[in-house]
């Protein structure tokens, strides 16, 4: 690394991956801790938070990095596996200095911040040195301003708190993470930015996201919401998590939102709110997807292909006397798309539906539902009332949503209590 000084730009390290000195890839970058000093003296890097394993977000010291480069992070000796906990005196670049309005020390002008650049001061030593800066207030519907790299010390305000602070830099750094990738961003940023960042989403993208959230943050969000756009995210979401959601939040909260909702997005979520929760009623999805007996194999697989379809839901289809929206005529029966795949495309799938699998009632508790799966293979199940009417379907990602502890999320696959300790290389980190 001699000759010029390594400079690397923060948003740039977002999901590179990070490799052992074995070769093996530990996890992606997500962010990068400093420690703000006083005087205008620049803050230090500390290390990077890394996610590995289900989504735990590790701390990584510089003084275990050897390479930036090339689209990767190396490291040397052992890692820490421990959660990551930010501490009172670290900063997250990413999570809280992207989208600030900071002042110019020249002329007292506020810009905002786009990017922080950090470079090598000497062997596995960084600190930041550069910020990328917009002139004018951003904005969706605003003009971008002219844009300027500074030096760290001609800007000043990244340590007074700020209100209203964007997200629209900080989404553009993640803005190709999954939805559950995202969620988990959201998770481990303070509740202030997951406020700031949940109004600049769009309507789908944050549904998505909400979906794939812990109920705590869901209930969170959804409260810092005007009314009506909050009815909008629940008519985003599926019926099922929004029903999940809303079974949250206060009774007459809940009532609230719904009478905002579109009454046709509303009536499949009261549906799902009348079942008890741990039941085929209350863990189904009422958007399955349902033909009639004279429709085509043609037809069908042209409903699995659906992109945005749930895989889940895209295993089977359902096939029912008319009308084809939950709940529906008569339930005749279901046709898995493996055997789909076996017939010619002209085949109708009244011809090939499977009527030997009893379907569940609505009132069927969790452990016979699971069981039911286990016991014929299928990651999904019909739903059927007492009249032969489809109400939805029981996915297996559902019910192992409530098999599984309620903090999954915040859970690695093995106990870290049970793996041998891990070198510590960082004053105790």
């Not at 040397?76 to 110019?104: C, H, K, P, S, Y």
């Not at 803005?175 to 303070?190: F, G, I, M, T, W």
């Not at 006397?321 to 798309?337: D, K, Q, S, V």
């Not at 297996?396 to 696959?413: G, I, M, Y």
Request: proline residues 6%; hydrophobic residues 40%.
């Amino acid at each position: 690394m001699a000759g010029a000084p390594n400079r690397v730009f923060i948003s740039h390290l977002s999901g590179v991956a990070v490799f052992d000195p074995n070769g093996d890839q530990v996890g992606r970058v997500r962010d990068v801790v400093v420690s703000l000093r006083l005087a205008g003296r620049p803050p230090r890097v500390l290390g990077l938070v890394a996610e590995v394993v289900s989504r735990r977000r590790i701390f990584l010291p510089m003084t275990r990095v050897t390479s930036l480069e090339s689209g990767q992070v190396l490291t040397t000796g052992v890692i820490n596996m421990r959660r990551f906990e930010q501490r009172a005196t670290e900063t997250l670049v990413l999570g809280e200095l992207l989208d600030r309005r900071v002042t110019l020390t020249e002329t007292g002008e506020q810009v905002t911040v786009l990017d922080i650049g950090m470079v090598q001061t000497r062997l596995r030593e960084w600190e930041i040195s550069k910020v990328f800066v917009q002139r004018g207030k951003t904005g969706r519907l605003r003009r971008r301003g002219e844009t300027l790299t500074v030096d760290w010390s001609a800007v000043t305000g990244f340590t007074l708190s700020e209100e209203g602070q964007g997200a629209a830099n900080l989404l553009a750094t993640f803005e190709q993470l999954r939805p559950a990738d995202l969620a988990n961003v959201l998770h481990h940023l303070s509740a202030k930015r997951r406020a700031e960042v949940a109004a600049a989403l769009d309507d789908e993208r944050l549904a998505d996201v909400l979906e794939e959230l812990p109920d705590d943050d869901q209930v969170e969000i959804i409260g810092k919401l005007q009314d009506e756009r909050a009815a909008d995210i629940l008519e985003a979401m599926d019926p099922d998590d929004a029903a999940d959601l809303l079974s949250e939040l206060p009774g007459d909260d809940a009532e609230r939102l719904l009478r905002l909702m579109e009454p046709q997005e509303a009536a499949p979520v009261r549906r799902l709110l009348s079942y008890e929760e741990n039941t085929a009623g209350g863990l189904m999805t009422t958007e399955p997807i349902v033909l009639e007996p004279d429709a085509s194999v043609a037809d069908a697989l042209a409903r699995v292909r659906v992109a945005d379809q749930k895989s889940a839901l895209a295993a089977q289809v359902y096939v029912c006397r008319p009308p084809n929206e939950t709940p529906t005529g008569t339930y005749l029966g279901m046709a898995h798309f493996q055997r789909l795949l076996r017939e010619p495309p002209y085949t109708l799938v009244g011809a090939i539906v499977d009527r030997d699998l009893d379907p569940l009632p609505p009132d069927t508790p969790l452990p016979v539902i699971t069981s039911y799966l286990a016991t014929y293979n299928l990651v999904a199940a019909p739903v059927v009332d007492d009249a032969d009417h489809l109400l939805g379907a029981v996915t297996v990602d559902d019910v192992l949503d409530h098999l599984l502890p309620a903090d999954w999320r915040e859970s690695t696959v093995h106990h870290i209590e049970d793996l041998p300790p891990r070198e510590v290389a960082d004053g105790g980190r």
